[in-house]
């Protein structure tokens, strides 16, 4: 019998801990998948981060180094540029990239650092339970906005993807989402495509996806993947935030 | 060859097989920041990174440490705090790594002159969590060169953060050196441990989170084992006219070498006074100490701040003998006389000239 659905090499013989309905779950699978395919098991390292998707080690048959919160993109820096011909990728939650590690994330931008980034953004502290992430939108309920984010006493939610891209070193940012079968798809062509970029030698890349966290939002599954289509992409916009693989001569079409 | 210390220390680094370096301005040691640019600048293996912070600095040695080759960091006292986190991230994933601190006046920002106000934080672990890193304290041109080699030894073979605390006048001081022959980094023993990629091998992690209590107390008794045997291994201390000493000084760093300057001037009035001068400041000598203390009665630390590594002596001597100190913070030098009139009130206030 033809076995037309499996596990991806790169993922570990292991259940997944995340919540039912987590977008955690399907994005590591889109990654696992994507590193079989493009034949790298043997030469990527992946940085995960302090949140819920701590425990990527669990799950990822590959290399793995821990980073303090917040500092996977200094620490992917290390590992690429001891590492030259490797490929290394970090996985930061919203809180990680675009709290707490805001000036690592920036300045490996700029440096424009060979690697790649999955930004998981699902607008809220996960593993911590709930409290305002810099991507809550207005008037998000959180364990810390119990009103609603408020965007004099809380700020407004922070689109860190558009101003990577103000940087020069970036080359390819993405913003996508886990919600529907659709979106998942594309999901998976811009993260193939942001490793593509950096196996070109091309780059920066970033792929941040919209991903539901129904435990926090207080949702349902399905309610929380329709609230991402609702009411996330209106502060989030999902399109392709920066491109400039053709401009850099390779082929615009890495995906 | 004649170099200041910050240049020592820098090209120390490079001779030890460090191609890579991360760092932030800070003074009193951005020359050795700036040595290292130029340094690895004309290597082709070199890498070097003005990072944007301390903390991204840190953490980028992190990174070329899990890939298994020597990287070093550097600054001074306020940017060594922020370094901690990853000292302590360091630690907990046993990952070598050499870190030099130009000590200068604190708390706070303080000031740049030189001072020793960081023995504590440096001896102490400094970040979070329950462990130590080994901390070298060179007191010459010389010291600083070898030290750093040593360092990068130290590192590898113990899976460990090595701290070596120098300060601002250190680095300014002007001394002729002779340097070991450099390392060829691919000429290092290759390291067992390393994410380099898993091909033809299981996967590795390289991680701090451990969240079982019973693993992590594991993990912290194994940790406990491995610093037990550096306290074996590598406590080593100088000896300066300590053979027929009635009063021995006990002095690191800048200090020390003030203090060999107050112990000729006092010798020459016939005063019986030797200098201990501990060169490994974690795992304190402790040893060397008792051993002495079996003949000498008196004991004085001099510091470069308020008493910090008197608290080691005190705990090594549990009260057996007299411990007098002399302290200056905030980025005072003493001058040798100064110190020769201390050592003197206590000479004869003990009654020592007459003992024996
Ligand atoms: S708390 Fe949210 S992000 Fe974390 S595992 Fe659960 S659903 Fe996923």
């Not at chain 1, 491109?243 to 082929?251: E, I, Q, T, W």
């Not at chain 2, 303080?110 to 060179?138: E, F, S, W």
């Not at chain 2, 402790?286 to 008493?307: H, I």
Request: glycine share 10%; proline share 6%.
């Amino acid at each position: 019998m033809k076995k037309v659905f499996g596990k991806p090499k790169s993922l570990k013989d292991a259940v997944f801990h995340y919540c039912p309905g987590c977008g955690h779950s399907i994005i590591h699978r889109l990654v696992a998948e994507i590193i079989d395919e493009l034949n790298i098991e043997e030469k990527v390292i992946g940085v995960p981060p302090a949140g819920c998707a701590v425990l990527a080690y669990d799950y990822f048959d590959i290399d793995i180094g821990e980073s303090p919160h917040g500092r996977g993109a200094a620490v992917a820096t290390g590992l690429k540029r001891a590492l030259p011909d490797r490929i290394v990728f970090t996985y930061q939650g919203d809180g990680d990239i675009a709290a707490i590690g805001t000036a690592e994330t920036i300045h490996a931008a700029n440096r424009g650092e060979n690697i790649t980034v999955i930004f998981v953004n699902n607008g809220v502290y996960g593993m911590t339970g709930g409290q305002m992430a810099p991507t809550t939108i207005i008037g998000q309920i959180s364990t810390t906005t119990p009103g609603g984010r408020n965007e004099k006493r809380d700020g407004a939610p922070i689109d860190l993807s558009e101003m990577l891209a103000l940087t020069d070193g970036t080359v390819y940012i993405e913003r996508t989402a886990v919600d529907t079968p659709k979106n998942i798809i594309r999901t998976k062509k811009a993260i193939k495509k942001a490793f593509r970029v950096q196996m070109a030698g091309l780059g920066f890349s970033l792929v941040e996806v919209l991903s539901p966290c129904p435990t926090n939002l207080k949702l349902s599954p399905v309610q929380a993947n329709e609230w991402i289509g609702s009411t996330m992409t209106n502060y989030f916009p999902l399109k392709v935030i920066k491109d400039k693989v053709g401009k850099l001569g390779a082929s615009p079409h890495l995906e | 060859m004649l170099l200041r210390g910050s240049h020592v220390f820098a090209e120390a680094a490079v001779r030890a097989g460090c191609r890579f370096y991360f760092g932030y301005p800070i003074t009193p040691q951005n020359e050795l920041t700036e040595y290292m640019a130029n340094a690895l600048a004309s290597l082709p293996d070199g890498v070097f990174i003005q990072a944007e912070s301390e903390l991204a600095a840190i953490n980028m040695v992190i990174g070329v440490s899990m890939a298994g080759k020597r990287a070093m960091t550097s600054s001074s006292s306020p940017g060594i705090s922020l370094k901690q986190e990853g000292i302590s991230f360091l630690s907990a994933m046993e990952l070598p790594a050499v870190i030099i601190n130009t000590m200068r006046g604190g708390p706070g920002l303080g000031n740049i002159a030189a001072a020793q106000g960081d023995y504590l934080q440096a001896t102490r672990g400094g970040g979070h969590g329950d462990y130590r890193t080994i901390v070298l304290a060179p007191g010459s041109g010389q010291e600083m060169a070898d030290f750093t080699r040593m360092a990068f030894e130290y590192a590898d073979r113990y899976r460990i953060p090595v701290i070596i605390l120098g300060d601002g006048m250190m680095s300014q001081m002007m001394e002729p050196v002779e340097f070991p022959d450099p390392i060829d980094p691919k000429s290092l023993p290759p390291k067992p441990w390393v994410l380099d990629g898993a091909k033809d091998r299981p996967s590795r992690i390289i991680k701090s989170l451990i969240l079982d209590t019973s693993a992590m107390e594991e993990h912290n008794w194994k940790l406990f084992r491995k610093y037990e045997m550096i306290e074996k291994e590598i406590s080593q201390v100088e000896l300066f006219l300590t053979d027929d000493a009635r009063l021995v000084v006990i002095a690191y760093g800048t200090a020390s070498r003030i203090t060999k300057g107050a112990i000729k001037r006092v010798r020459e009035m016939g005063l019986k006074v030797g200098l201990m001068s501990p060169k490994t400041l974690w795992p304190f000598p402790k040893r060397f100490l008792l051993e002495m203390s079996r003949v000498v009665t008196d004991f004085l630390v001099f510091e470069m701040s308020t008493g910090q590594m008197l608290e080691d002596v005190k705990l090594s001597l549990e009260g057996r003998r007299r411990i007098h100190f002399y302290g200056r913070p905030g980025g005072i030098i003493s001058t040798p006389d100064e110190i020769a009139k201390v050592i003197n009130n206590i000479y004869f206030k003990e009654g020592l000239e007459t003992e024996g």
